[in-house]
Nanobody
Framework: QVQLVESGGGSVQAGGSLRLSCSASGRTVSTYAMGWFRQAPGKEREFVAT???????YNADSVKGRFTISRDNAKNTVNLQMNSLKPEDTAVYYCAAVVAGSSALLRRENEYHYWGQGTQVTVFS
């Protein structure tokens, strides 16, 4: 079993950048397919980005060209670099993990077994 803790959230002006980190304990992140999801007030949680065990990744259309997911197996973390932030990116961001095949790119919430507590990102105009 793995425990996930997100960090790096905060408040930033539109156009700015933030880097979220998801730190894993209990198991190495190289074992898991990892994903980032977000939930804005009054909305359902939605997919943001995923990275598989081989390093392949996939982003939601809403963040393509602006967000980059990466993994650092040596530090046992998965990161989400967020650039050109918009007010509509305001949400609680969650890290998620699941044991999966090396090429799996998982975009559905119910495909993930382990979740962090979330970190707030606020983008103001």
């Amino acid at each position: 079993q793995v425990q996930l803790v997100e960090s790096g959230g905060g408040s930033v002006q539109a156009g700015g950048s933030l880097r979220l980190s998801c730190s894993a304990s209990g198991r190495t992140v190289s074992t898991y397919a990892m994903g980032w999801f977000r939930q804005a007030p009054g909305k359902e949680r939605e997919f943001v980005a995923t990275i598989n065990r081989s390093g392949g990744n996939y982003n939601a259309d809403s963040v393509k060209g602006r967000f980059t997911i990466s993994r650092d197996n040596a530090k046992n973390t998965v990161n989400l670099q967020m650039n050109s932030l918009k007010p509509e990116d305001t949400a609680v961001y969650y890290c998620a993990a699941v044991v999966a095949g090396s090429s799996a790119l998982l975009r559905r919430e119910n495909e993930y077994h382990y979740w962090g507590q979330g970190t707030q990102v606020t983008v103001f105009s």
